[in-house]
């Protein structure tokens, strides 16, 4: 008999799944496993704590595994408490994981990621539900890495994107990242772009000076993102990649409202500097950025919200996800409640199932699972 | 018809021979960059054409200066701010160069003898001369068209840390707002993005202007507001609506960090009202024909105080000399006051 | 003596909940936490009012204040009267369910009360 097929209700755009101690290594290749992975302990390289960052290392600290292990190791007990629980359907994977900063070497660790993503995550022992969708992680600062990485992985049956940090410099609109966009168009696949909080160049350099706390840290990281949007509309991305989607990812949205009237306005005056820009930043926007809605920043009068979202046409640009297992999670229960009603299915599963790769409409159904909307 | 207090009008030095002539040894002999940008220049000049009049260094005779601004261009009062030379490493050097600028604000245009009662001066200080910063605040505070304290908008230091605060709270005690601008010239400041160097003048312009966010939110998350409860803050690059989405994160992610950080122990919207200000330039608030149009301006504005905050300027003689022709139609009537001069009138105490 | 009033609910005798200590008892929707805080009994709801998660899983803490005597210029104060969310560490009082910087913000508490050794809960 046919399992019982049920509409896809939630995309969760972003989901943190974390190798367990020493898987990775087997899947960097040498000699940089032995050169730089095993090369010398690591310990701790945390400064911009998450509350009670000792206890909870930025996590829910419902989410360690009874025995003890880190949030997202375990795919069985995401899948209960995301898929089940909070009642996300098909929830985006973006591993994080180590960066270096020799971009060869980040490459050879993102291809480990990728390995892992497909034996651990993806196998069918692991994904018998066929909820989880991975990403081809890529260092876009090795751009031919990057871009044979996208090559290697385009078409696998679970891999809906490829993801890259939201770092490295320049700005992405340089034309030295052209092979990594290249390939990810040939294959349509979108481009999600993750905070990576490394040293150095893998951290924002705000220009003016270091916050001083997480707190001043993660609000002001949002501008880096601005940026990115900055550099890939005036340095014409979109008009050498017309089919290029972008997503940013957990660095949040209400700010691309104001920006966009911002970038209209740089654009009117300063059109004969940059003839090439045919269209209005906020067309480009539009047509090629997507942001996921976790953090949701809301105001004390959720009426000023809903304003913020018709004025932006949310409905176009906004993915829903939660960031589970990170202790900033949004429950789809939670998060659905605040956006207005018309725009629920565009942004709850509709966009996410017209951005990404091998996201299905309809998913085998699961018992107990939570009913979100 | 009403008042128009124009809260950033750019002032200079007429060349290098002028500032030097206001330079004392050893400092007169010194290398000093001049004013001009060199990687992030404005392609086709940095000044409105109908400013740069020859013989003239745009934005340095008060002569012509009050007359396009206060004779053709219906201004009652403008706010000066002295542009200065980049971000020196030679502190003491920076100090010179910042007093040479004050001295000439006052002497040439706070007591011009035809617009000097129609103009109101930022006196520019050094905020890694802290020392310097406060002798020089003393010099000036008590000169009654002295209005404001500046200092620029590059750091390599947020002006939420402690190093600054005996500058706002002396700023504070003298009853004068602090103004942060981008600054002219080139010094050591680091790249103006996050991302580095832009390649784009339409992008460096976009985005220098925000870095007031790094400032703002470090100040909250410092308790400075909280520490010198007189303190006011204008930022006067613009970008005033920025602030709406990011007190919105602030506040969003203000809770679970208040054990983190006891010495700021409100929400961090608290610390807006009375505290914070913006200069509304050329390129802020909702443009006609732009996502959600132009009809909810006035929604917009009420959000977060902002119609308490934003003052209009001009930033003449610079290219995007804003006009208050161009401000939202949709703005009421009381709006318009308050942007146009009665937010400006009651923080610089000048009340008609 | 007065009889308990409303749905009430024998949860465990005093000497099981030491101070310092909670224990969750499945009444209602979530549940209720009863904690002791050295001496006092107080009941809250195992939900957060932000987005639902589970409270009583979250650490029982004190609060930061501003120290200027103390390394890094702060300490913490009233050890174990509040409970922080263990998702987005939101800190609640026990004794009043709210909080000093919104005490608008609030959580669910309930009546508790020591009878012949026994704490009962009004849920």
Redesign the interface.
């Known amino acids: 008999m046919e399992p019982r097929k049920v509409p896809v209700r939630v995309v969760d755009s972003d989901v943190h799944p974390v190798p367990r101690p020493g898987v990775i290594a087997q899947y960097v290749p040498e000699p940089i496993r032995s050169r730089y992975l095993l090369s010398h302990p690591r310990g701790e390289t945390i400064f911009y704590d ?3 960052y000792a206890h909870a290392k930025a996590m829910r600290v419902d989410a360690f595994t009874p025995d003890g292990g880190f949030p997202g190791s375990d795919p069985a007990l995401a899948f209960r408490q995301l898929i089940v629980e909070a009642g996300s359907d098909i929830g985006i994977l973006e591993p994080g994981g180590r960066g270096h900063h020799i971009p060869e070497v980040t490459s050879a660790y993102k291809h480990a990621m990728n390995v892992w993503q497909d034996k651990d995550w993806l196998d069918p022992v692991n994904n018998w539900h066929e909820r989880w969708r991975g990403s081809i992680c890529a260092a876009v600062e090795d751009p031919q890495g990057a871009a044979r990485e996208i090559e290697e992985w385009a078409g696998h049956p679970y891999m809906a994107q490829v993801l890259i940090n939201a ?1 490295p ?3 992405w ?2 034309p030295k990242y052209d092979p990594v966009w290249a390939a990810a168009v040939r294959h349509n696949l979108p481009v999600s772009c993750h905070l990576g909080r490394g040293l150095h160049e893998q951290l ?13 840290f ?3 990281y ?3 993102a ?3 949007i ?2 890939m509309v ?2 014409g991305l979109f008009e050498r990649f017309p089919t290029l989607k972008i997503v940013l990812v957990e660095h ?1 949205f ?2 691309i ?14 059109k ?3 003839p090439e ?1 045919r269209r209005k930043p ?1 067309e480009y926007i ?1 047509d090629h950025v997507k942001f996921t809605t976790q ?6 009068d959720k009426l ?2 809903t ?2 979202f ?4 949310a409905d176009k640009i906004l993915l829903f996800s939660s960031d589970y297992p990170h ?1 900033t999670f949004d429950d789809p229960r939670w998060l659905v409640k605040h956006l207005p009603e018309g725009m629920r299915d565009a942004v709850m599963h509709l966009n996410g199932i017209e951005t990404y790769a091998t996201v299905p409409t309809h998913v085998t159904a699961l018992d107990g699972k939570a009913f979100v909307y | 018809m009403s008042r128009v207090i124009d809260a950033s009008v750019h002032v200079f030095f007429g060349g290098n021979d002028d500032m030097r002539a206001h330079l004392r040894e050893p400092y007169r002999s010194r290398g000093i960059p001049d004013y001009e940008k060199d990687w992030y220049g404005a ?2 000049g940095e000044y409105v054409p109908w400013a740069r009049v020859p013989g003239t260094y745009p934005g340095s005779d008060p002569e012509l200066a009050g007359r396009q601004l206060l004779e053709e261009r219906g201004v009652d009062l403008a706010i000066l701010h002295p542009m200065t030379r980049g971000l020196l490493p030679d502190r003491h050097l920076a100090s010179a160069v910042a007093a040479a600028h004050n001295e000439m604000l006052v002497r040439r245009w706070l007591e011009h003898e035809t617009y000097g009662e129609r103009f109101r001066g930022t006196v520019r200080v050094v905020p890694d001369d802290i020392e310097g910063a406060l002798k020089e605040l003393a010099r000036w505070k008590d000169h009654p068209r002295v209005v404001q304290v500046g200092v620029p ?9 402690p190093q600054f605060w005996p500058l706002w709270e002396a700023a504070a005690e003298a009853g004068l707002p602090v103004a942060v601008h981008v600054e002219a010239g080139s010094g050591v ?15 460096y ?3 220098m202007a ?2 007031y ?3 703002l ?2 100040m ?3 308790g400075v507001f909280e520490t010198y409860p007189n303190l006011k803050v204008v930022f006067a690059d613009g ?1 005033g ?2 602030v ?3 007190i ?16 700021a ?3 961090p ?1 608290d610390y807006l009202a009375g505290h914070v200000y913006f200069v509304n330039g ?6 006609a ?5 132009q009809d ?1 301006a006035s ?2 504005l009420r ?2 105080g902002k119609e308490d905050m934003v003052m209009f300027g001009s930033s003449y003689p610079h290219w ?1 000399t804003a006009d208050p022709a161009e401000l939202p139609s949709a703005w009421t009537p009381e709006q318009r006051d308050k942007v146009l001069s009665g937010n400006a009138a009651k923080l610089y105490s000048l009340e008609s | 003596m007065a009889l308990p009033q409303g749905r009430e609910h024998v949860v465990c005798t005093e000497d099981e909940i030491p101070p310092g200590t909670h224990k969750v008892f499945p009444i209602g929707r979530h549940g209720v936490g009863v904690y002791n805080v050295n001496g006092a009994f107080y009941a809250i709801a195992n939900y957060c009012p932000h987005e639902g998660g589970p409270l009583c899983s979250g650490r029982v ?1 004190g ?4 120290s200027e005597d103390a390394p890094g ?2 300490s913490v104060v009233r050890e174990g009267e509040f409970v922080y969310c263990p998702w ?4 609640f009082e026990l004794a009043t369910g709210t ?4 005490p608008e ?1 609030s959580i669910r508490t309930y009546p508790v009360r020591v009878i012949d050794r026994k704490i009962v809960v009004t849920a």
Request: charged share 20%; no cysteine.
């Open positions: 998450a509350p009670d770092e410099r320049p700005a609109g340089d924002p350099m705000p220009p003016v000076g270091f916050p001083s706390s997480n707190h001043d993660m609000v002001s949002s501008l880096l601005a940026n990115q900055m550099s005036f340095d949040a209400s700010w409202l104001p920006l966009m009237w911002r970038l209209d306005a740089v654009h009117r005056a300063r004969s500097d940059i820009i906020s539009k953090p949701l920043d809301y105001p004390e000023e919200l304003r913020a018709e004025w932006m046409e202790w | 392609p086709g908008m590059q750091s390599h230091v947020l002006y939420g840390k400041e680091h790249a103006p993005t996050p991302s580095g160097p832009p390649r784009t003048f339409a992008q312009y976009s985005f925000l870095n966010v790094y400032h939110l470090n909250i998350a410092e970008g609506d920025m709406t989405p990011f919105w994160r602030m506040d969003t992610f203000g809770r679970p960090h208040l054990e983190q950080t006891p010495w122990p409100r929400m919207s050329k390129v802020d608030g909702p443009p024909d732009g996502p959600g149009g909810m929604e917009w959000m977060t995007d | 803490r609060r930061s204040v501003v210029g702060a987005h560490q939101w800190g909080t000093a910087v919104k913000w």
